[in-house]
Nanobody, 129 residues
């Protein structure tokens, strides 16, 4: 059973930084995609970024490109989302999600939320002065 646990959310000032963590366990394969999503009140869930273990690619939504960086620590089975230059519009609950893939899968961009099989519980990020 795949389990995902997010941490690192909190309150940040505009222009500040936060780093989210997604600790993953229970994978039966070495090949998967971890994605970060966010959902603000009254809005649809938005794909923010994803990282693939099959081709090592990383992908970002245009709204966060150049400000957010996704990375992974294989030894810790953890994926990070470094969020810099935060804006009030980044305020949302952030979720990580996992999708099992084949070894030869090529990820072309941010994968939509309905493709993912497993979800974490979410962590609140609030950007406010």
């Amino acid at each position: 059973q795949v389990q995902l646990v997010e941490s690192g959310g909190g309150l940040a000032q505009p222009g500040g930084s936060l780093r989210l963590s997604c600790a993953a366990s229970g994978f039966t394969s070495d090949y998967y995609v971890i994605g970060w999503f966010r959902q603000a009140p009254g809005k649809e869930r938005e794909g923010v970024s994803c990282i693939s273990t099959s081709d090592g690619s990383t992908h970002y939504a245009d709204s966060v490109k150049g400000r957010f960086t996704i990375s992974r620590d294989n030894a810790k089975s953890t994926v990070y989302l470094q969020m810099n230059s935060l804006k009030p519009e980044d305020t949302a609950v952030y979720y990580c999600a996992a999708l099992s893939i084949d070894v030869d899968t090529v990820v072309a961009g941010v994968i939509p939320h309905f493709e993912y099989d497993y979800w974490g519980q979410g962590t609140q990020v609030t950007v406010s002065s």
